[in-house]
């Protein structure tokens, strides 16, 4: 038969040059010296034969002698239609030996080469893309010593000296690849190249945060690494087998969910797993699928979980409270999910309820603070509002999600005393710009007691100070969150000034208080005014 012998080199472009044509009888054995050749630096060279006749009709080596005490060094051809497409060999940097993987792409187009290297626990990942007829040496000391990051920029430890090296190509076919372990101490050199098919036979799902609040940006879900296997008798196929670990080689990445409770935000791929970035639409479940596709062999896989975004949402019943009422406050988390932290806030709404001030405004109690929700994802607990008329949001946190209510305190039916022409309001101030609210038996007699003052004292105007404020509730009157002022809570007080009204008038406007429904006024002279009380008293009474 006729036989072609080509030579490639790395050192520059890779190229293959024809070295000899020679013809090979039948039933023999021709020996060829190669003397005159120069190989490339780090064993970068590899032979070509090619011969017209049938596989397995012919064998090929090579051999190279020295007069050193390493004499002879053999190197077995491996077929170019070798079903295998990758193999996998023991390695040792163990007394001075050197393992070195050799690659070469007999190939007309570019090839990935998957290299993982494994020991002590550890793995680093690389593909190695070598152009047509490239050689490649991967020198497993050279790694560990210099610190070379693999493709998830991980490196092995200085202290590793044995494990196991795998490498593979896409489809088979293409390339080829053999460890050479050689000691120059020892005078040894010898190579391996157990060949072994390996395929894309799973794909497997490491968790991130599956559980988050919604509303939640770019949460690192998790990543979906693919499994490479060895195809197992007697059916080898060609998705499917035994061992070996995750792997990529040029695979295709693809992420999904099934529900539009979480959106894919964003993914990456790390050099050996696709990772995925996931946003919290709305509260729900949805699966978020990675799947994973290798085109050469036409195996796609995918793994999964299921994502869970929650959110907290509160309910009041009632929405309205008097000051210092209760309601009750249930915290829903959906979905449904029991023995969940509870914790619950309350903050008034700034300038509600007629106080512009806002430091130090308080806020009522909760019964429980903090629980946990039952089956159906709820807790439940009082609140009590505050003394002060105005609104209070009420805020549950469960698992960082925060639902809320805002609770309205006041005192119902409080209606505004306007200006009348025989009385001047009296008692604004900034920070209670509005403080003439009270209830309509009020504000009608007060407005009756002024025109019959008049009556009775032609020209004679009253001066009212302070009823209530819009909601009423506690009438810091001095805007520091407490007394003074005891009742003007309930829109039944209002205090009338004392000073312009004579003293000979007096007997005559106290008659018309009681006439006109305050019989039970408060003569607070010490502090200029009547305080006057349309109705039962408001608790706590006076001032
Ligand atoms: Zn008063």
């Given at each position: ?113 998957s290299v993982t290297i494994s020991g002590e626990n550890t793995t680093g990942h690389k593909v190695y893309k070598l152009e047509p007829m490239q050689t490649e040496q991967i020198n497993i000391r050279d790694i560990v010593q210099r610190r070379v990051k693999d493709e998830t920029g991980r490196t092995l430890p200085l202290s590793i000296s044995n494990g196991q090296i795998r490498w593979f190509t896409q489809v088979s076919g293409v390339g080829k690849g053999r460890l050479l372990q050689s000691s120059r101490a020892r005078a040894m050199a010898r190579n391996f190249s157990c060949g072994t098919t390996y395929v894309l036979c799973a794909a497997q799902f490491g968790a991130g945060t599956t559980t988050f609040p919604v509303g939640s940006q770019s949460i690192e879900f998790g990543y979906v690494v693919g499994l490479v296997c060895m195809p197992q008798p007697p059916f080898y196929q060609r998705c499917a087998g035994q061992g070996a670990g995750p792997d990529d080689l040029n695979y295709q ?291």
């Amino acid at each position: 038969m006729s036989v072609k012998v080509k030579y490639s080199r790395s050192s520059a472009k890779p190229l293959a040059q024809d070295l000899e044509s020679f013809v090979v009888p039948a039933l023999s054995t021709v020996e060829r010296t190669l003397g005159s050749l120069r190989g490339d630096l780090n064993l970068r060279n590899s032979f070509f034969i090619t011969a017209q006749a049938k596989p397995g009709d012919l064998l090929a080596k090579v051999w190279s002698t020295s007069k050193s005490e390493l004499r002879r060094v053999e190197t077995l051809g491996k077929d170019e239609k070798d079903p295998e497409n990758g193999g996998t060999h023991p390695w040792s940097l163990e007394s001075n030996t050197e393992s070195t993987l050799l690659l070469f792409n007999h190939n007309e187009a570019t090839q990935g080469f998957s290299v993982t290297i494994s020991g002590e626990n550890t793995t680093g990942h690389k593909v190695y893309k070598l152009e047509p007829m490239q050689t490649e040496q991967i020198n497993i000391r050279d790694i560990v010593q210099r610190r070379v990051k693999d493709e998830t920029g991980r490196t092995l430890p200085l202290s590793i000296s044995n494990g196991q090296i795998r490498w593979f190509t896409q489809v088979s076919g293409v390339g080829k690849g053999r460890l050479l372990q050689s000691s120059r101490a020892r005078a040894m050199a010898r190579n391996f190249s157990c060949g072994t098919t390996y395929v894309l036979c799973a794909a497997q799902f490491g968790a991130g945060t599956t559980t988050f609040p919604v509303g939640s940006q770019s949460i690192e879900f998790g990543y979906v690494v693919g499994l490479v296997c060895m195809p197992q008798p007697p059916f080898y196929q060609r998705c499917a087998g035994q061992g070996a670990g995750p792997d990529d080689l040029n695979y295709q990445y693809s992420w999904a969910t099934d529900n539009t409770s979480i959106a894919i935000a964003s993914t990456w791929f790390d050099g050996l797993a696709s990772h995925v970035r996931v946003n919290g639409q709305a509260a729900g479940t949805a699966n978020v699928t990675g799947t994973i596709y290798d085109p050469a062999n036409s195996c796609r896989f995918s793994a999964g979980a299921t994502g869970t975004v929650q959110q907290a949402s509160v309910s009041l019943n009632p929405t309205t409270v008097a000051p210092g009422a209760q309601t009750t406050v249930t915290v829903t988390l959906q979905p449904a999910m029991a023995g969940q932290q509870v914790s619950l806030s309350a903050a008034a709404v700034s300038n509600s309820g007629g106080h512009q001030q806002t430091s130090g405004r308080p806020v009522g109690s909760f019964s429980n603070g903090t629980g946990t929700t039952n089956s159906g994802g709820q807790f439940t607990t009082q609140y009590t509002a505050s003394a002060f008329g105005g609104s209070e949001t009420i805020t549950g946190t469960i698992n960082g999600s925060n639902g809320s209510q805002t609770l309205t305190v006041a005192v119902p039916a409080l209606v505004q005393l306007f200006s009348g022409p025989n009385y001047t309001l009296v008692g604004p101030t900034s920070t209670h710009p509005v403080d003439h609210y009270g209830t309509s038996t009020a504000n009608t007699n007060l407005v009756n007691i002024a025109n019959q003052y008049a009556n009775a004292f032609p020209g004679g105007v009253l001066n009212y100070n302070d009823q209530s404020l819009p909601q009423g509730g506690l009438f810091d009157v001095n805007a520091n969150w407490t007394n003074p002022h005891v009742e003007h809570r309930l829109g039944i007080n209002c205090d009338v000034y004392q000073p312009n009204v004579p003293v000979a008038n007096r007997p005559t406007l106290l008659t018309i208080f009681v006439n006109n429904g305050s019989p039970n006024y408060l003569d607070e002279s010490a502090l200029n005014h009547w305080h006057l009380r349309f109705g039962a008293a408001g608790n706590p009474a006076g001032d």
